[in-house]
């Protein structure tokens, strides 16, 4: 047999908030949310957006996590198809065996900024 390996590490921003959600016979929490990162390249940023998703209660306990989080997941690459409008589709999701939550987003990036009076 081939040794083969499947692991992905990630660490970003969450891009906006999850979406919980109870799934099957509405015991089992689905958590879904976008996770990007950026890296840099001469003067340039480059950002990717992973998709990533939780279960169980790993969902439960991250149910409430907001856009601009920083966060740590590690996890495996999975390919999945659906339908849509009668036509097969692809998409890539990293399904999280951990979740590290290591700051909120800042006041000033969830709070539009005002004028200050003086």
Not at 18 to 33: C, S
Not at 46 to 64: D, L, N, P, Y
Not at 68 to 74: E, L, N, P, Q, W
Not at 76 to 98: F, V
């Amino acid at each position: 047999m081939i040794a083969s390996m499947n692991k992905v590490m990630v660490m970003g921003r969450v891009e906006s908030d999850a979406d919980h959600r109870l799934v099957g016979d509405g015991t089992k929490g689905k958590l879904g949310f976008r996770l990007r990162t950026e890296r840099q390249w001469k003067e340039q940023t480059f950002s990717t957006v992973h998709r990533i998703v939780a279960w169980g209660s790993m969902a439960e306990q991250h149910k409430s996590l907001k856009a601009g989080a920083t966060v740590y997941v590690d996890g495996r690459l999975e390919n999945r198809k659906y339908e849509k409008d009668g036509e097969t589709k692809w998409i890539s999701e990293i399904s999280a065996g951990d979740i590290q939550v290591f700051g909120a987003p800042a006041a000033s990036e969830t709070l539009p900024e005002e004028e200050i009076p003086f």
